[in-house]
């Protein structure tokens, strides 16, 4: 570690100051089944880290695009929830409200969840899906995030301070999920996932794919 003329310590690499991850660690894979104006889809979660975990999952929506509600059914947790859509408050942020059942607890209770698409002060973070239109029917989508201070440049006069500061700021990136989508409509036809849902980070209760 080097230290600027302010006596803070600076990463001396640029390895430490910038670094890409490109092992995923969550696995989708997705089959979904249009019909009568509703999607039904079954869910296979995997999660290599920090904990080896499997998840299935059951979800029911509207095809609509303005669609209000989710249904989702978990069978290993015996877990049943429906999940609002986002709903904009502003430009910028989004609520998200939902209302479950636990069999095994025998518990109900409800969460909401606040999202918005700027980082805070300091540390900031893009998470974003991007989808590949593999054939019809199949669609890869690959969720990532980013997270990065950017450089700043500073200065000063007649303070005892230097008159040039520069700071090389910081970004550490990483490919998190991969998702698998295999979607089969009423018709017998295969066709593309046109509907990309927005995506939520690790935190992702109560806002679910």
Known sequence: MDRNSNGDEEPSSWEELYS????????????????????????????????????????????????????????????????????PLTNFLNLQVGVGHNFRMNATGWKWKLTTCFG???IS???????????????LRFGWRADYVL???????????????????????????????LTHNDKGILTHNDTPDLYDYKDQEPAED
Do not use: H
């Open 20 to 87: 890409i991850n490109l092992i995923p660690s969550e696995l989708f894979l997705k089959f979904r089944k249009e019909l009568q104006g509703l999607r039904v889809g079954l869910n296979l979660e995997f999660y290599n880290a920090p904990i080896n975990e499997y998840q299935a999952k059951i979800v029911l929506k509207p095809l609509a695009p303005d669609r209000r509600w989710k249904f989702i059914y978990e069978p290993i947790r015996q877990d049943v929830r429906v999940l609002s859509k986002k709903i």
């Open 151 to 181: 450089p700043e440049v500073t200065g000063a006069l007649g303070t005892g301070e230097a008159l040039f500061n520069m700071s090389s700021g910081k970004l550490e990136a990483s490919l998190d999920r991969v998702e698998g989508i």
């Open 120 to 122: 805070g002060d300091g």
């Open 125 to 139: 973070r893009i998470r974003n899906k991007t989808s590949l239109g593999v054939c019809p029917g199949v669609d």
